[in-house]
């Protein structure tokens, strides 16, 4: 694996010439993962939906493309709904397994890591997960499927938002706890806190989550992080040039305080001058402390996004042809 990274950052580096004439220089990565979301399964608000109509699964050969680039991590949404259509604890809708894992499949095999994230906010059919032993219960079955599969990685559930604090910590201690349980041993489980995760916010709303435990010690604290005025990520407008760096500062030290590592499991900004000097600045300071950032994956790639201003999926989506060359330096 480390042999096919290094061909990967050989290979970046041969398409070097338009990053380097748009004054970006190549510098060795200190990321021990670079990436994009994989979007498209989670599509739509059609339960369970139809297949090519409300969703659709990300495109191996669009992921081999990226692949190619130099990324290393994927992050693959679904819907929970879709997979476990009547309850979390019930069986899986075992075609969307399939297709699931055939696009995770297609991931590991290429020696990368693919990121299973849960896209449900801390929800099942619009309600707040409340009961911990059914998300434990959730985890135990999920992770069971992959259990034998290194690359995989296990993301609790994607943005918490407006939940109990103290319930955020406890279903994540239950995925983890399921995740074990189910005799997944070796793989690394990415945790996601309340207020969607925000690393702007970290501080002040997640600080209980230093208690989370993991037998194995392979938890992976997963922020994202926008740099619009209100950091959803909903405008190519960013803050300032600087807003990457100011909003992830805090959160940094938090990681070190508490002896923890942490990923940015979903950033973007604009193809325009003000957010590559934000995407930029942001990557490099966390580049430099990679005693606590193990990795950043873009916000987002998949066969569905049209037009939409972060679209990193090839041969033109918007980030693709405006801001890789960007996140190229760190591959
Ligand atoms: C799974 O993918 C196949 C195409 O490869 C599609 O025909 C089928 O409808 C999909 N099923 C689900 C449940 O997503
Ligand atoms: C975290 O754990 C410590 C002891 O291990 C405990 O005193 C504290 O109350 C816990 N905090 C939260 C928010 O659960
Ligand atoms: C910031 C952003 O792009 N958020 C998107 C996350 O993914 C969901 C579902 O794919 C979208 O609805 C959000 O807009």
Same mark, same amino acid.
């Given at each position: 694996?480390?042999?096919?990274?290094?061909?990967?950052?050989?290979?970046?580096?041969?398409?070097?010439?338009?990053?380097? $004439?748009?004054?970006?220089?190549? +510098?060795?990565?200190?990321?021990?993962?670079?990436? =994009?979301?994989?979007?498209?399964?989670?599509?739509?608000?059609?339960?369970?939906?139809?297949?090519?109509?409300?969703? /659709?699964?990300?495109?191996?050969? =669009? /992921? =081999? !493309?990226? @692949?190619?680039?130099?990324? !290393? /991590?994927? +992050?693959?949404?679904?819907?929970?709904?879709?997979?476990?259509?009547?309850?979390?604890? &019930? %069986?899986?809708?075992?075609?969307?397994?399939?297709?699931?894992? !055939?696009?995770?499949?297609?991931? !590991?095999? #290429?020696?990368?890591?693919?990121? @299973?994230?849960?896209?449900?906010?801390?929800?099942?059919?619009?309600? @707040?997960?409340? #009961?911990?032993?059914?998300?434990?219960?959730?985890?135990?079955?999920? $992770?069971?499927?992959?259990?034998?599969?290194?690359?995989?990685?296990?993301?609790?559930?994607?943005?918490?938002?407006?939940?109990?604090?103290?319930?955020?910590?406890?279903?994540?201690? $239950?995925?983890?706890? &399921?995740? +074990?349980? $189910? &005799?997944?041993? %070796?793989?690394? @489980?990415?945790?996601?806190?309340?207020?969607?995760?925000?690393?702007?916010?970290?501080?002040?709303?997640?600080?209980?989550?230093?208690?989370?435990?993991?037998?194995?010690?392979?938890?992976?604290?997963?922020?994202?992080?926008?740099?619009?005025?209100?950091?959803?990520?909903? #405008?190519?407008?960013?803050?300032?040039?600087?807003?990457?760096?100011?909003?992830?500062?805090?959160?940094?030290?938090?990681?070190?305080?508490?002896?923890?590592?942490?990923?940015?499991?979903?950033?973007?900004?604009?193809?325009?001058?003000?957010?590559?000097?934000?995407? #930029?600045?942001?990557?490099?300071?966390?580049?430099?402390?990679?005693?606590?950032?193990?990795?950043?994956?873009?916000?987002?790639?998949?066969?569905?996004?049209?037009?939409? /201003?972060?679209?990193?999926?090839?041969?033109?989506?918007?980030?693709?042809?405006?801001?890789?060359?960007?996140?190229?330096?760190?591959?």
């Amino acid at each position: 694996m480390k042999l096919r990274n290094l061909l990967f950052a050989v290979a970046a580096g041969s398409v070097l010439a338009a990053p380097q $004439a748009r004054g970006i220089r190549k +510098r060795a990565s200190t990321f021990e993962w670079f990436g =994009a979301n994989e979007s498209g399964a989670e599509f739509g608000t059609n339960i369970p939906g139809v297949y090519g109509t409300d969703y /659709i699964f990300p495109d191996p050969s =669009a /992921i =081999a !493309t990226l @692949i190619d680039k130099g990324m !290393t /991590i994927f +992050r693959v949404q679904f819907m929970m709904e879709r997979l476990v259509p009547d309850s979390l604890t &019930g %069986s899986y809708d075992e075609e969307y397994l399939a297709n699931l894992t !055939t696009v995770v499949n297609a991931v !590991t095999d #290429s020696g990368v890591h693919a990121i @299973i994230d849960a896209h449900n906010y801390g929800r099942y059919n619009g309600e @707040i997960i409340s #009961s911990t032993s059914d998300f434990q219960t959730f985890w135990e079955n999920l $992770a069971g499927q992959y259990k034998d599969n290194d690359l995989v990685i296990f993301d609790t559930n994607n943005e918490y938002n407006s939940m109990d604090q103290d319930l955020v910590l406890n279903l994540n201690q $239950a995925a983890i706890d &399921g995740i +074990r349980a $189910a &005799g997944a041993t %070796s793989q690394y @489980i990415f945790v996601e806190g309340n207020s969607w995760t925000g690393a702007w916010t970290w501080v002040d709303v997640n600080d209980n989550m230093k208690n989370l435990t993991d037998p194995q010690d392979k938890i992976i604290y997963e922020m994202h992080q926008y740099l619009d005025s209100d950091g959803s990520g909903t #405008s190519s407008t960013c803050e300032s040039s600087t807003i990457g760096v100011e909003r992830v500062t805090d959160a940094t030290q938090w990681l070190k305080d508490n002896n923890k590592v942490g990923i940015l499991g979903e950033y973007a900004g604009g193809d325009n001058d003000v957010c590559r000097r934000a995407v #930029s600045g942001m990557l490099e300071y966390m580049a430099n402390n990679p005693d606590v950032w193990k990795g950043a994956v873009w916000w987002a790639a998949g066969p569905w996004w049209g037009d939409y /201003i972060f679209s990193m999926e090839p041969p033109d989506g918007t980030a693709y042809t405006g801001m890789l060359d960007i996140l190229e330096t760190y591959l």
